[in-house]
């Protein structure tokens, strides 16, 4: 994806990276020895101000366009609730930040089964497999729960469509285990 986004864009591709829920070991690694909490909504705000001033033509005034997949969409969130100046446009992908009232985001991730996963049969369909495979290597894995259940600001990721003053889009898979309810019906491909 930052390939195909770098050969079709002219300006600058920024790639904030969120060391204490990244899988990655190095930064996990870092995190671990510096024993730092993360950025809350007005230091990621600045941040992001900072980055896009530094690489915006002179003269104009620093916004971007954001893609965000899941928890990306809380970071999101709460720039479009402190900073909407810097939002030019913005694709959510498997958005999060939508539904965190509902309860249902943080039950499926931390504590639920994934839905559609049929763990009674001995053998899984590919579906099944993936569900399986994000519960023990995403989900459970520890820093991530860390994050979760100890760092990160649930009040101010979530976010009212209506909170959204630029051109957006939303796009949700049609096997998202995060967000399907067991009482919301699935969303149907148009």
């Known amino acids: 994806l930052l390939a195909q986004l770098c050969a079709h864009h002219t300006g600058a591709v920024l790639v904030p990276v969120f060391p204490h829920c990244s899988l990655r ?67 959510f992908v498997d958005p999060i930040c939508f539904l965190m009232p509902d309860g249902h985001v ?41 994050y979760f259940r100890r760092c990160f600001w649930w009040g101010q990721c979530w976010l009212h469509p209506s909170e959204i003053g630029c051109d957006a889009i939303v796009l949700l898979s049609g096997h998202d285990t995060v967000q399907a309810t067991p009482t919301q019906p699935r969303l149907r491909r148009v």
Request: aromatic share 8%; net charge neutral; glycine share 6%.
């Open 106 to 146: 943080l039950r499926n991730f931390l504590y639920g089964r994934r839905e559609g996963a049929d763990w009674s049969h001995g053998s899984l369909s590919p579906i099944s497999w993936f569900h399986y495979t994000q519960t023990r290597f995403v989900c459970c894995e520890p820093t991530v729960q860390d």
């Open 25 to 91: 070991l190095d930064h996990l690694c870092a995190v671990l020895q510096e024993r730092t909490a993360p950025h809350d909504a007005s230091e990621l705000a600045s941040a992001v101000h900072r980055m896009l001033a530094r690489h915006s033509p002179a003269g104009q005034h620093p916004r971007g366009t954001f893609l965000c997949h899941s928890l990306g969409s809380a970071h999101l969130a709460s720039l479009l609730k402190r900073v909407p100046e810097l939002v030019a446009g913005c694709a």
